[in-house]
Nanobody, 127 residues
Framework: QVQLVESGGGLVQAGGSLRLSCAAS????????MGWFRRAPGKERGSVAA???????????NYANSVKGRFTISRDNAKNTLYLQMNSLKPEDTAVYYC?????????????????WGQGTQVTVSS
């Protein structure tokens, strides 16, 4: 059974940092595209960042414009874990953050291309 389990969310003040983790189990995701999405209150879920590995090295890393320079996506294939380091957090980053994985992702920001999803972790940034 494939599972993605996010952790690391919480309440932080504006300007602070959090690191989210996504532990994958049930299969090896080393060749998958893995990404982070978020759903802010009253808004649709949107893409945050994604990365794909190939032949043991990062093939590409992409970020939404709103988080470039502040967030960093990384993965530890040995631990089958994806991370999202979030720095300089803003109140508008408040959302439920989801981890996702897909085997054949062509458009990294498109939700429909991801097969597996976690249950989400809440991030709240106070002003």
């Amino acid at each position: 059974q494939v599972q993605l389990v996010e952790s690391g969310g919480g309440l932080v003040q504006a300007g602070g940092s959090l690191r989210l983790s996504c532990a994958a189990s049930g299969r090896t995701f080393s060749s998958y595209t893995m990404g982070w999405f978020r759903r802010a209150p009253g808004k649709e879920r949107g893409s945050v960042a994604a990365m794909k590995w190939a032949a043991g090295s990062p093939y590409y890393v992409n970020y939404a414009n709103s988080v470039k320079g502040r967030f960093t996506i990384s993965r530890d294939n040995a631990k089958n874990t994806l991370y999202l380091q979030m720095n300089s957090l803003k109140p508008e980053d408040t959302a439920v953050y989801y981890c996702a994985a897909g085997a054949s992702v062509l458009a990294w920001s498109r939700e429909s291309e991801y097969t597996y999803w976690g249950q989400g972790t809440q991030v709240t940034v106070s002003s």
